[in-house]
């Protein structure tokens, strides 16, 4: 069995991959920071739940230990949550965006690197997005060029720049950031754009279920890898 984690998976993106996940045979534990939600998501596509506030090093602490109790390994890390940070750009917005969306990478990533070395194949996927490549936000010819998304462009750059520096640190397990494409979820409902989250995970799915060979230290969307 492959024991895999989400994090913010109680909706969106981190839902459909947990059930995506769940019908290829995974154990797939849904981490969310609110528990009734949660627990709700986790029972109607018979998962696992496990609470995890990314922006909490003694939730995330607690969550990664009761895995560890439980399974003994992890296979499977998804670090999937994360906030859009639209309006003010001030310094409580900038604190909370780049906690959420790149600090939290660090302390859920931290406390899982014990239990994915006791994997046989162990894999590492991060949501980042091409609103956070330079390559993007500076071509015309580009959508993330028309984003208004300063601290989430920021904070998504930080997010795939830990990708590529853990997969240098940490050669024995597969890291890799994923633009996910443009998905209707509650974080961009404002923007009334995007397709299904299901379409979206499949993306997710097919890095997280990588060969021990596959690739790492990558960028990349649905099509292969992306500059940035």
């Known amino acids: 069995m492959t024991i895999t984690l989400i994090t913010g998976a109680n909706r969106g993106i981190g839902f459909e991959t947990a059930r995506q996940l769940l019908e290829l045979g995974h154990v797939v534990y849904i981490g969310a920071r609110d528990t ?4 709700k998501a986790a029972a109607e596509i018979g998962a696992r739940f496990v609470r995890l506030d990314v922006t909490d090093d003694a939730s995330v ?20 949550a994360g906030i859009l940070a639209a309006g003010d750009i001030d310094g409580p917005s900038a604190l909370r965006s780049f906690d959420t969306n790149a600090v939290g990478i660090v302390r859920v990533t931290e406390a899982a690197l014990p239990l994915l070395r006791k994997s046989a194949n162990p894999t590492v996927v991060t949501l980042s997005s091409s609103a956070g490549s330079f390559w993007a936000v500076t071509n015309p010819e580009r959508p993330e060029f028309h984003l208004p998304l300063a601290l989430y462009s920021a904070s998504k750059a930080a997010a795939t720049m830990l990708t590529v520096q853990y997969a240098k640190s940490q050669p024995g397990i597969k890291f890799n950031a994923l633009e996910p494409g443009t998905t209707a979820t509650d974080m961009t409902a404002a923007f009334g754009i995007g397709r299904p989250p299901e379409e979206s995970a499949r993306a997710v799915v097919r890095l997280a279920t990588l060969d021990a060979d596959g690739p790492t230290g990558t960028f990349q969307d649905e099509n292969g890898e992306l500059p940035w």
């Open 36 to 39: 009734e939600r949660g627990e």
């Open 61 to 80: 602490k607690e969550a990664l230990a009761a895995i560890g109790a439980a399974e003994g390994r992890l296979d499977v890390l998804v670090n999937n």
